[in-house]
């Protein structure tokens, strides 16, 4: 329309010219005239802006207006012509079985997943009282990056609150039902219980700072005490029906923790008695729980990027180290998730024991295309076959989790010439002192400290620890109070009541309680990280030295190196290794580290992404938060909860070979 | 700009007039047609063209200034408010924060009736997609969306005041229950944000949440509430280094509380079972903000006629539209019918009678007048300053006990002119509704022209007598409420009776916890006229019609007076009259009395109401409305300096501005 407007105008002034009679007003005319067009051309611009952006507001609210009146069954209705009629939710299904309520169930949601909001903060914050600063909309993010940034941060020498900042977690279901708008983590999984009848007074979230050590949540927001007590009540208002543990992620070791400070004696612990998780626990269910620890947290802890980092490196070299940003993207979140002590809980645990050494790792020599035909348990994996292809391992070297340089990650052993970086000179200060608030670590580092971190070229999950301590030992210090991540020679050594090793499935024993049960629910069928190849980062001035070398990938498809990075089968943060070997070796029958024999179970569940937009993020995807809107895990959920044992599941649920690749990690039990 | 143009086209249409003259002859006709006929277009177009762009204008400003507000830095409206009213005094937390006052005591909110946040948790078809939403609370975006569904979800079962089957709404839990009631309508987010600069957060902090629709009771049995607060409690008072918590319950939250107690010292199963030491080992202080301990005449007209003085005085503006069935559903009606089902409101229905309230020829409160009430018992300066804003109004004697009266000669005639004639007993007639309304009325019904007549035919209804003709008139409501709720005064405390839930309530009924070093305070506001009784009338005879209404013609002529709209009003916070609110703290439970046996002491803390000077005060810092007062900077210094340790005594003991010690003084209660 403003075309039709804006031709005609000439039309009207061309015949003008010729027919105007009287002379003497000719040029006052023709000057008021074109004085006037002029005006009008100008208006017409602003008037056709306004005028399309009033096309625009309509449609819109007109749009809205459908929406909004559009019956709410209309979607789901439309997904049903295109995909078929949609299989019940769970809880419908289970609703249709006559499940009702038994057991009361508590999450315990994992890293970042959390929100987190203010209750005290600097002048920038201000305003922000009880809003999220973690979780929702992350809208604070954009308008005020660095303040944002200092008040995520914790103090870089205890691990706490920084002075005059107190973050805290929400409480409450809101906690981490949705992660941001849209994007669920827990609702899908409440919306399926409380249709079986579930409500506030049987579910309970164990909402923690999960910035924070786990030993540190309690000493700042008596978050152990309250989960104790909380659980307490729910035993109790529930006719003394024992609860069902629900941890996620990083929560698999936060409750593995509590159940060791339950029990402990007071004031380390919780004073509850040897007999408490025997009496108040029915079933822990782990979901995707990193129990050996995710090379994802290295990859973070040493370079502050993990494969969609480096991915996004190689696909647009030069944004992310460029000042485009101003403050210095990565180095900031480096520093300040190296502030959060939790980070390090999920460093690999076990060392060469379990991750695998020079010349060897569990997993290697596995070819996923035959997987599916083994160990499987019910029907259910015929259907996938050919979509869940992970890698074709050409024997990697996924021992050597750290590798400097492709052809490094590649060699045999024997032709590895390695320079022992321990006690290595760190040399002089390489940044100058603008660097210096940006670089926390490795501003003390200098050119040869970090010369003596790559001629070491190889580094296993052993090593990794003593490098870590090297590059960071700030934080390391700070780490090494809270955790540990070795493998315990004798479980009775008395050093082993010490709250660090709580949240170490291999340094500690499981509570005495033979009617609990164990188990391993976890995603499979998606590259995960496993080993990295890194190089030293061209020498920029502030810049962290070392990267993921993304150059480094195979030309096929189906292989296991890309972007510097070898995968393994997992659900996309969590090798299906780390997530299934307590339960399936470490634990399983009466062990040292089950001294009691508390029933384990595994399942897996194969990664089937979503087939269309429409599925959002799918009824049946294996990845690792995504699996929380998986139907078959709430189905099994649902289950226990409304009492049934392992057993009445099916017991084990395998598509990988978790019980060949445990059989070869060669541990005590 | 649209004039503008819309203008300009004329003139361009002007000088084309000419142009064919000059032009050729052949095509004159031709293109006179087609410019008609453009014209036209043009026309056409230009109508839509210039609503557009008028929508564009507007759009495109609107944009400008939403982007211009969120740019503006967020001091700004705070400085705004500064120039004009000059300097802000600190909050109370951050004056607080500068007297070096910390965290010392957890603290328990207990919210009251309708502030608190429900959601639902299961619901009909009608509800589809509303899994966890507000129903209550919030924006109550549903409430026009599909309003019967969600009388219908709101609504509890007729007969067992619990869940209708298939229905599930829950309390939300946290501090998010109730730190708001609508998008920037606070409840308690002001105290909990003062609390917090004092270093206050969750790990001290517990919001009591419960289904304030349930019977307090009922709660325990379906939501386990009750078990839930004991154990927040004791959680909080061990994981805060045993110090005892200090508990804020605000209006009916109060009574609630006072139920608990009771209920945590009584042995399992009906009670909680925490020992007869419970409350002096986990309780410092309980401050309650606005409370109906006596109950409060406005809930007797929300149950009799669901209306109280807001709808009388709308009804009074704009005759006939709630009458008329404008909304298709009859709006009160279903209101009505709602709020029937909930238990609680029995709660509030007023306790003592005539003892308490006034009998036909006396009440507590006549004869006081406001104005002079300033030079009273006052013990801050406060008062000073706002000794003419706060007329509550000059009564020209009315008699208050009478709190129903059929018409205005009555509600003033002495009380021997008054031929009553006994309604209990009468037979209430034949049913008048038809069937259409029956759905509708769900006491009504039964009521007939006969039962009608009789309850309008006794005139005049005192406190006492007010329980008995709701039992008349609401068979089945009385019922299930007269299981959870007692409200008369007790002879003998001893009496074992005494030992059921229903008396639990009641603070005339029941003796205060063993704990001589608790604190009970009383804090509300004073200075708004507030609803003390009513003029009644019948309605003009339509069929499906809530047949008693306020009658809004009886006023007084004077500006002041204490009759409006057929509401008698007293002093008080705007929902709860003083004498409920104070009444327990200055006499009834003042030193060692049979209801409060180990002397705990209380304090009666009144704030005076001060209306926000200016709309960017918001809703002001000095109210004294019974919600407002949540935000009365005075009032939420006095409960930081209790959460962090001061007694009654280093406030300042009592505050007092009304005549509440003397009219307590004129109600004669054995103690």
């Not at chain 2, 306790?351 to 002079?372: A, F, L, N, R």
């Amino acid at each position: 329309m403003s075309l039709l407007r804006r031709r005609k105008r000439p039309d009207d002034d061309a015949p003008q010219p010729p027919h105007t009679a009287e002379d003497d007003d000719k040029k006052g005319k023709s000057q008021k005239k074109s004085a006037k067009k002029k005006r009008r051309n100008s208006y017409s611009c602003v008037d056709n802006c306004c005028w399309l952006v009033g096309c625009i507001c309509t449609t819109w609210w007109f749009l809205l207006f459908l929406y909004n009146t559009m019956p709410a069954s209309f979607p789901q209705y439309l997904t049903e012509k295109i995909t078929g009629a949609l299989p019940d939710p769970p809880g419908v299904k289970c609703v249709k079985e006559g499940l009702e309520p038994k057991h009361p169930v508590v999450f315990v949601p994992g890293i970042v997943t959390g929100g987190l909001e203010l209750w005290e903060g600097h002048e920038c914050a201000e305003g922000l009282f009880r809003k999220r600063l973690w979780g929702g909309t992350f809208g604070e993010i954009y308008r005020r990056p660095s303040c944002w940034l200092q008040h995520m941060s914790l103090d870089n020498e205890t691990g706490l609150d920084p002075a005059g900042i107190r973050v805290r977690p929400v409480s409450g279901l809101v906690a981490a039902d949705y992660f941001a708008p849209g994007y669920f983590v827990w609702a899908v999984l409440i919306a399926n219980l409380a249709r079986v009848g579930y409500e506030e007074k049987n579910m309970y979230m164990a909402a923690y700072d999960w910035r924070l050590s786990f030993q540190n949540t309690e000493v700042r927001d008596r978050t152990l005490s309250r989960i104790k007590r909380n659980i307490e009540l729910m035993v109790e208002i529930n006719d003394g029906q024992k609860a069902v543990i629900i941890p996620h992620s990083m929560g698999v070791l936060y409750f593995l923790h509590f159940m060791k400070w339950v029990e402990a004696p007071a004031p380390m612990g919780g004073g509850g008695g040897s007999d408490w998780c025997a009496k108040h626990i029915k079933a822990v269910m782990n979901i995707g729980g990193p129990l050996l620890g995710a090379p994802k947290a290295l990859s973070g802890l040493f370079s502050a990027e993990a494969k969609d980092v480096a991915f996004a490196r190689g696909i647009a070299p030069g944004v992310l180290d460029s000042d485009v940003f101003h403050i210095q993207t990565l180095q900031h979140i480096m520093r300040m998730s190296r502030t959060w002590d939790s980070t390090m809980s999920m460093i690999p645990k076990g060392g060469e024991t379990i991750w695998g050494g020079l010349d060897w790792s569990p997993e290697e020599g596995y070819i996923p295309s035959n997987r599916t035909h083994e160990n499987v348990h019910n029907s259910f994996c015929s259907q996938n076959e050919s979509d869940s292809k992970v890698c074709q391992a050409r024997n990697p070297n996924y021992g050597r989790i750290i590798s400097f340089g492709r052809d490094v990650a590649e060699l045999h052993s024997s032709k590895l010439e390695r320079i022992d970086f321990r006690g290595a000179v760190k040399g002089k200060n390489l940044a100058n002192s603008t660097c210096r608030d940006v670089w926390t670590e490795y501003h003390e580092m200098g050119f040869s400290g970090i010369k003596a971190i790559s001629e070491y070229k190889a580094y296993t999950a052993g090593d990794l620890l003593d490098m870590l301590e090297f590059v960071a030992p700030k934080m390391m210090e700070r780490g090494n109070v809270h955790f540990s991540h070795g493998l315990a020679e004798n479980l009775d050594d008395p050093k082993y009541a010490h709250y660090k090793y709580w949240s170490n499935a291999l340094e500690t024993k499981l509570p005495n309680a033979p009617d609990m049960e164990i188990y391993s629910l976890y995603g499979v069928g998606i590259p995960t990280e496993r080993a990295y190849v890194y190089k030293l980062a061209p020498t920029a001035e502030c810049y962290i030295p070392f990267q993921i070398d993304n150059t480094a990938g195979d030309t096929d498809e189906h292989v296991c190196l890309k972007d510097g990075v070898y995968t393994v089968d997992g659900d996309e943060t969590v090798p299906a290794l780390s997530a299934g070997f307590m339960c399936a070796k470490g634990w399983r029958g009466k062990t040292r580290f089950n001294p009691s024999g508390i029933k384990t179970y595994i399942r897996e569940y194969d990664h089937n992404p979503p087939s269309n937009f429409l599925e959002g993020r799918g009824t049946q995807s294996g990845a690792h938060v995504d699996i929380m809107g998986n139907f078959q895990l709430i189905e099994d959920v649902i289950r226990v909860a409304a009492g049934g044992s392992g057993e009445q599941l099916g017991g084990d649920r395998v598509y990988t070979d978790i019980f060949k690749w445990s059989d070869k990690i060669n541990i005590k039990l | 700009m649209a004039t503008i143009r819309r203008r300009k086209q004329p003139e361009d249409e002007v000088e084309q007039r000419p142009d064919p003259k000059l032009d050729e002859d052949d095509d004159k006709e031709e293109k006179a047609s087609k410019r008609s006929e453009k014209k036209n277009k043009s026309k056409n177009y230009s109508c839509i063209d210039n609503c557009c762009w008028f929508v564009g204008c507007v759009c495109s400003a609107w944009w400008l200034l939403l982007f211009l507000y969120n740019a503006m830095p967020s001091s700004f409206p705070q400085y705004v408010t500064e120039a004009i009213t000059g300097p802000l005094p600190d909050p109370p937390g951050v004056k607080c924060l500068k007297e070096g006052l910390k965290v010392k005591h957890p603290v328990v909110f207990v919210p009251g009736i309708v502030t608190g946040g429900l959601e639902l948790w299961e619901g009909h078809q009608c509800m589809h997609g509303l899994f966890r939403k507000r129903l209550w609370g919030g924006t109550f975006g549903e409430v026009y969306k599909r309003p019967s569904c969600w009388v219908q979800h709101m609504s509890l079962d007729n007969k067992t005041g619990m869940d209708p089957p298939g229905i599930r709404v829950r309390p939300v839990s946290g501090l998010v229950a109730a730190d708001y009631f609508a998008p920037g309508y606070f409840v308690w987010a002001v105290l909990i944000a003062n609390l917090a600069r004092v270093g206050y957060e969750e790990k001290n902090m517990y919001m009591a949440s419960y289904d304030w629709r349930l019977s307090f009771q009922n709660t325990e049995v379906r939501d386990q509430t009750l078990s839930r607060i004991k154990s927040n409690i004791e959680l909080m008072v061990a994981t805060n280094g045993g110090k005892k918590a200090v508990v804020i319950p605000h209006s009916m939250g109060v009574i609630y509380f006072l139920h608990f107690m009771k209920w945590v010292e009584a042995p399992a199963p009906m009670g909680g079972g925490g020992g007869s030491d419970w409350c002096a080992k986990h309780i410092k202080a309980v401050i309650n903000i606005g409370g109906p301990f006596l109950g409060v005449p406005k809930a007797i007209a929300g149950l009799f006629s669901a209306e109280a003085k807001d709808i009388a005085s709308a009804r009074a503006l704009a005759p006939g539209v709630l009458d008329s069935d404008l909304f298709q559903i009859q709006t009160l009606q279903h209101l009505m019918r709602m709020s029937r089902t909930w238990d609680s409101t029995m709660s509030m229905i007023p306790k003592g009678g005539d003892t308490i309230w006034g009998g036909i020829d006396w009440s507590p409160e006549e004869g006081y007048s406001p104005s002079k009430r300033k030079q009273g018992k006052n013990d801050t300066k406060l008062s000073i300053q706002n000794e003419s804003a706060s007329k509550v109004c000059e009564s020209t004697q009315a008699n208050y006990g009478r709190m129903v009266s059929f018409g205005r000669e009555v509600a003033e005639a002495p009380s021997s002119d008054i031929e009553r004639i006994e309604f209990r007993g009468a037979v209430k007639g034949n049913n008048v509704a038809n069937n259409t309304c029956r759905d509708v009325w769900t006491e009504y019904h039964d009521m007939g022209f006969g039962g009608i007549k009789a309850v309008s035919e006794y005139k005049v209804f005192t406190a006492g007598e007010i329980v008995d003709m709701l039992e008349f008139v609401a068979p089945k409501m009385m019922e299930r409420g007269s299981a959870h709720f007692s409200y008369g005064i007790a002879e003998n405390l001893d009496d074992p009776k005494y030992a059921h839930y229903k008396y639990w309530s009641n603070p005339l009924e029941t003796k205060l916890p063993n704990a001589p070093d608790m604190e009970i305070y009383s804090m509300y506001g004073v200075g708004i006229p507030t609803e003390r009784a009513y003029i009644y009338k019948l309605t003009p005879a339509a069929e499906c019609y809530i047949p008693f209404q306020i009658d809004t013609s009886a006023k007084d002529q004077n500006e002041d007076g204490c009759l409006k709209d057929g509401v008698y009003t007293v002093d008080g916070d705007e929902t709860v009259p003083a004498l409920s609110a104070g009444f327990m703290c200055a006499k009834g439970w003042r030193g060692k009395t049979r209801f409060n046996p180990s002397g705990i002491k209380t304090y009666v803390r009144e704030y005076d109401h001060n209306p926000p000077s200016n709309f960017l005060e918001g809703r002001g810092t000095q109210s004294g409305a019974h919600v407002d007062i949540m935000g009365n900077f005075q009032l939420i210094e006095d409960v930081i300096r209790v959460a962090a340790g001061a007694t009654g005594e280093e406030l300042g003991g009592d505050q007092v501005y009304t005549g509440i010690f003397e009219w307590s003084e004129k109600i004669d209660l054995k103690l």
